[in-house]
């Protein structure tokens, strides 16, 4: 791994068994044989997560005509993201990681500088899982929400 401990292309991905909105238990290896795009984001219903997370919904058809899964990952509970996904019809599964522990396994919970204060904090970051497991392609750092789902897919459609 490297700087900050983010995995990535080429490195296997770290496994999880985390829930989701409807409390159901979501694993790694349940998309064994398939791509998976796992992002993790800050919080439920502010604006950029909003947008990433409407982005990605958008794009799920072609996600899917690829056989990917967009899995959505944040400290939020599992009754936040039962609300987010409600309120905005999302049709990405988020996860709920209460304990940072897959959020600190990929790297997203870690230092972050904001207004010149430095707090821990999740990382906007995203990894394109190969059907083998692999990570194929690591973003450790999203700069801006908006049109990133449309580069996540861009480069599994050349992966693929």
Not at 40 to 67: I, V
Request: neutral net charge; proline residues 4%; hydrophobic residues 35%.
């Amino acid at each position: 791994m490297a700087d900050d401990n983010i995995p990535q292309a080429g490195d296997k991905a770290p496994d999880f068994c985390l829930k989701d909105g409807n409390e159901n238990e979501v694993c790694l290896k349940d998309f064994a044989g398939k791509w998976a795009v796992l992002y993790f984001y800050p919080r439920d219903n502010t604006s950029g997560c909003t947008t990433e997370a409407l982005e990605f919904t958008g794009l799920l058809p072609e996600f899917e005509k690829h056989g990917a899964a967009v899995i959505g990952v944040s400290k939020d509970s599992t009754a936040s993201h039962k609300k987010f996904t409600d309120k905005h019809s999302l049709g990405v599964t988020l996860l709920s990681d209460p304990d940072k522990e897959v959020l600190e396994k990929y790297g997203a919970w870690r230092l972050k500088k904001m207004y010149g204060k430095e707090s821990m904090g999740v990382v906007r970051s995203t990894f394109l899982i190969d059907p083998k497991g692999t990570i194929h392609t690591a973003w450790g750092r999203v700069g801006k929400a908006a049109g990133h789902a449309q580069k996540v897919l861009d480069a599994l459609v050349k992966a693929v």
